[in-house]
């Protein structure tokens, strides 16, 4: 098996590949010269303020605009009636996946009994709003302070109607209706497997573990806040939309769609993205509504949100509570599975993406005969989630790695032997999974063996028994893990020389922080055999390529390199004969393009070990050792790679130990709506991370790359609360959902010594 660490490099492409080189965007983003959507003016601009609702679930009586109207600076107060009377339609967000296998079709499959619910989605709200914070009017003036002082004197009576947020509560008998087209507030109700086989193996079985885990939900809390420039041309009839995102043609698609326009009238720029994790892929109502608020006015509207907008507005993640069935025969080999995920949707229809993922890789690396999973999408008064880093791969690592733990000590077989028994064979690959997936690579075992070595397993007792010392209870987890790189099944990249000796590389992905100036100018350096200074690296910009997929998924380095075609002596000789016989001012230079559309699969995979420490009297967490070994593919740049595994690792962590966006039953009002509120991961919450890379290669694409952008966070929430609860287990904890926060903890602990004290009565 080639290894890397990420201090020597293979070379076998060339000089660039495998080089742990620093970052060529650093240097701009420290100096602050980086060049966000905030950052950009344009002229004759002007400034939106949205009005947005107060109340979860409520019926719009009547807006009254004419006081906001009549403020100094007021161009326009637009509603969504206004929207709607001017022609224009909701947003598509295409909640349903292309299949991980084949792309021709969707994920899910309507019946006749049960259809997928894909609701356009209104910019601004018409009749009904179905969260807080849901935009519904917008007002554009001459400064940002006269478009918030406008907003507050429109008035909006409200009916209020009873809410849900919690996806439990949201089908239970009796739950206010979301939607009419959502039947008991089920978008979407799907089964996949053979049940009947799966229940059988489950009633003969030796130990059955049955659990219901809930993965709270968590805000995308993006570095950046989000912000969006519209303008329009009517002499050229076009529309223009700058902002961060993960795609430039995935918004000006969305964008002509609502207004029923050709492609070709619609521009998106991207500039520098400040996080996005997969948050910003899909299209936000802001950046329709200024955009056709600029066609309204005449002159470009420049919005940008604060965090208490952020708060309320942007697509959230997770939420989802997986049933859980596994069960095992007497020597601890996994005879089924059988899983009921039931996902927070929230109220509008953004994504599947996380149910879709959950299932694919539900047996992770483990050698599962077969497996049974429904899948249901619920509608609640909430914010929208989406994909997030990883979607729905951390979720499905944390079900089964809790699992195996639990079941560990009823079969008392050694957790890591359990694991052992039950992984895919290397020797065994090509693997196709219970949930048909094809595993092409990985050295699981061997990811596992390496990851308990470094992270001195053996030596973990007498580390133990010194903390006892101290008064503290220490654990240890481990978990394994694999990805299902999925995303957009399709890219396109453009290469054009020019006689001045620089080569312009323009992709269809989009950098939102993880160093695609820098990885994609290695890989090409070394494949037109030139420095990497001497390419210039254009993306983000709608116009410079037909058609790109954006960057989500681990999908970037995968497609977009490998999409590109080698120029032949015949094209060289071509493009020469082409260029001599243009006049001077009409000569173009050397250019190649291509396009590719379908899958490339792969599977990152790997193994981390924690240890965490837990205060009994506080319930306060502290991470004393941390270990990842990741299987990316080969490493492109290890640097970059490492940076990925330390901030995955990080918002793992966050989820795991803190971070929980809270609703107030009933009312539906955001508890968690501020950094007071929402608990977010600091420096001092981790350790050193002890990282190593690895590579067991796959044949699956010609750079042999897997991907790395979710590696760190895939693990690290099964991993810590493993060791959380290995720590508790000797007060007599089973299992506790995430956020392991200390006054959970805490509780936790009082109420298993309160009940040993009275079973002990």
């Excluded at 739950?175 to 049940?195: E, K, Q, S, V, Y």
């Excluded at 659990?211 to 223009?240: M, V, W």
């Excluded at 993640?317 to 996994?334: I, N, P």
């Excluded at 130990?657 to 608990?679: H, I, K, N, R, T």
Aim: charged share 20%; hydrophobic share 40%; glycine share 8%.
């Amino acid at each position: 098996m080639a290894k890397n660490d990420g201090v020597s490099a293979p070379h076998g492409r060339g000089a660039f590949i495998g080089r742990a080189m620093p970052r060529f965007e650093d240097l701009r983003f420290v100096r602050g010269a980086g060049n966000y959507t905030d950052d950009v003016s344009v002229p004759g601009e002007t400034y939106a303020a949205f009005v947005r609702a107060p109340h979860a679930h409520a019926r719009i009586v009547s807006i009254y605009v004419s006081a906001a109207r009549g403020r100094p600076g007021v161009l326009a107060v637009l509603t969504g009636e206004d929207y709607v009377g001017d022609g224009h339609i909701g947003m598509s967000h295409f909640p349903n996946p292309a299949d991980a296998n084949d792309v021709s079709i969707p994920t899910f499959a309507p019946t006749p009994e049960r259809k997928i619910l894909d609701q356009l989605q209104l910019p601004l709200a018409v009749g009904c709003v179905r969260f807080v914070g849901e935009a519904v009017a917008v007002v554009v003036a001459e400064s940002p302070v006269a478009a918030r002082d406008a907003a507050e004197a429109v008035a909006v009576e409200y009916e209020i109607l009873p809410a849900v947020t919690d996806v439990v509560d949201a089908l239970a008998d009796g739950a206010p209706t979301i939607w009419r087209d959502a039947p008991n507030n089920l978008a979407l109700d799907c089964a996949f497997g053979d049940r009947a086989a799966v229940e059988a193996a489950i009633k003969d079985a030796h130990v059955v573990i049955e659990q219901t885990i809930r993965n709270q939900r968590t805000a995308s809390a993006f570095l950046e806040p989000r912000a969006a420039i519209g303008s329009y041309d009517a002499a050229q009839k076009q529309h223009t939309l700058i902002s961060g995102c993960q795609g430039a043609h995935r918004l000006r698609h969305a964008l002509a769609a609502c207004f029923k326009v050709q492609q070709e009238r619609v521009h998106v720029i991207c500039p520098d993205v400040g996080g996005a994790f997969g948050s910003r892929f899909n299209i936000y109502p802001e950046q329709v509504a200024v955009v056709w608020a600029a066609r309204r006015v005449g002159r470009p509207v420049k919005w940008t949100g604060d965090r208490s907008e952020a708060f309320l507005t942007d697509y959230t993640a997770r939420d989802v509570v997986t049933r859980a069935r596994l069960a095992f025969d007497r020597r601890g080999r996994m005879l089924a599975l059988a899983l009921e995920l039931t996902a927070n949707t929230g109220a509008h229809t953004v994504s599947y993406v996380p149910l879709s993922n959950g299932y694919r890789v539900a047996p992770t690396v483990y050698d599962v005969p077969m497996a049974w999973v429904r899948l249901r999408a619920v509608m609640t008064n909430t914010v929208p989630t989406a994909p997030f880093r990883g979607a729905g791969r951390p979720e499905a690592t944390t079900v089964m790695e809790r699992l195996i733990d639990i079941a560990a000590k009823r079969l008392k077989i050694d957790r890591v032997e359990l694991r052992r028994r039950n992984l895919i064979r290397r020797d065994a690959l090509p693997h196709r999974t219970a949930t048909g997936l094809t595993y092409d690579s990985g050295d699981f075992a061997g990811n596992l063996a390496r990851a308990l070595q470094t992270a001195d397993w053996d030596g973990f007792p007498a580390r133990r028994r010194e903390a006892k010392k101290r008064g503290r209870l220490l654990g240890i987890g481990v978990a394994n893990y694999v990805e299902t790189p999925v995303g957009m099944p399709h890219e396109r990249v453009a290469i054009k020389v020019s006689a001045a000796g620089s080569i312009a590389l323009i992709v269809g992905t989009q950098s939102s922080g993880q160093g695609h100036e820098t990885s994609f100018r290695q890989v090409v350096a070394d494949q037109l055999g030139v420095d990497p200074e001497a390419i210039n690296f254009v993306s983000g910009d709608s116009a410079a390529l037909a058609s790109g997929g954006g960057t989500h998924s681990d999908r970037s380095m995968r497609l977009a390199p490998n999409s590109n075609r080698r120029l032949t002596l015949f094209d060289i000789a071509r493009a020469i004969d082409d260029l001599t016989s243009l006049p001077d001012d009409l000569r173009a230079p050397l250019a190649a393009e291509a396009s590719f559309t379908g899958r490339i699969p792969a599977y990152p995979t790997g193994a981390a070990v924690c240890e965490a420490e837990v205060d009994p009297q506080t319930g306060a967490i502290e991470i004393r050792r941390y270990t990842s070994i990741d299987d990316g593919g080969q490493p492109i740049n290890p640097l970059i790679l490492h940076g990925q595994v330390h901030g995955g690792v990080a918002q793992g962590v966050g989820q795991a130990m803190m971070e929980a966006a809270v609703y107030e039953p009933g009312s539906g009002q955001l508890l968690s709506a501020s950094f007071l509120d929402y608990g977010m991961p600091r420096a001092d919450h981790l350790p050193h991370l002890d990282v190593a890379l690895t590579e067991d290669p796959t044949k699956g694409n010609a750079l042999r790359v897997k991907g790395g952008g979710e590696a760190g966070i895939t693990p690290s929430s099964a991993v810590l609360m493993n060791a959380v609860l290995d720590a508790l287990s000797g007060i007599g904890i089973e299992h506790m959902d995430t956020p392991a926060t200390p006054q959970r903890v805490w509780s936790a602990i009082r109420a298993a010594r309160d009940g040993s004290r009275d079973s002990q009565r």
